[in-house]
């Protein structure tokens, strides 16, 4: 059930894109158990007027910034959320080659009132 967007810097190749997509999917199933199939990711891409970042908490980042926010139901412990992060930094470090630095994850967490997978139902709320 997350909803994944993920903003970096426009000009990267679509093989870049899709490793992005691909590994931080393949870190959410190994530690979160997210299902096979539930998959709903999208890439934005923003150029440098419209990308800004700093070097907060003394990470040093470069223009390869890859900011993943994931939006989900909440109920995920602590521990399973800290293996998502650590997961999703080695395998973009592995493919296509992002620095830890620049792994930036924020996770939203709503109740299962507001999701609608479809049809116009609250499918996690019955």
Not at 45 to 65: C, K, M, N, P, T
Not at 107 to 123: D, P
């Amino acid at each position: 059930m997350p909803i994944t967007r993920i903003a970096i810097r426009a000009g990267k190749p679509e093989t870049y894109k899709k490793a992005l997509l691909d590994q931080i999917y393949e870190a959410m199933r190994e530690t979160v158990q997210i299902k096979d199939g539930d998959r709903f990711m999208t890439i934005t891409e923003h150029d440098e007027s419209a990308f800004a970042h700093g070097d907060f908490l003394g990470i040093q980042r470069s223009d390869d910034l890859v900011q993943i926010q994931v939006f989900w139901t909440s109920g995920k412990s602590a521990e399973a959320k800290l293996a998502m992060y650590r997961a999703i930094v080695e395998r973009l470090g592995r493919e296509p080659g992002v620095r830890p630095e620049d792994v930036l994850i924020s996770v939203v967490e709503t109740g299962a009132e507001n999701w609608s997978f479809g049809n116009g139902e609250a499918q996690l709320a019955k």
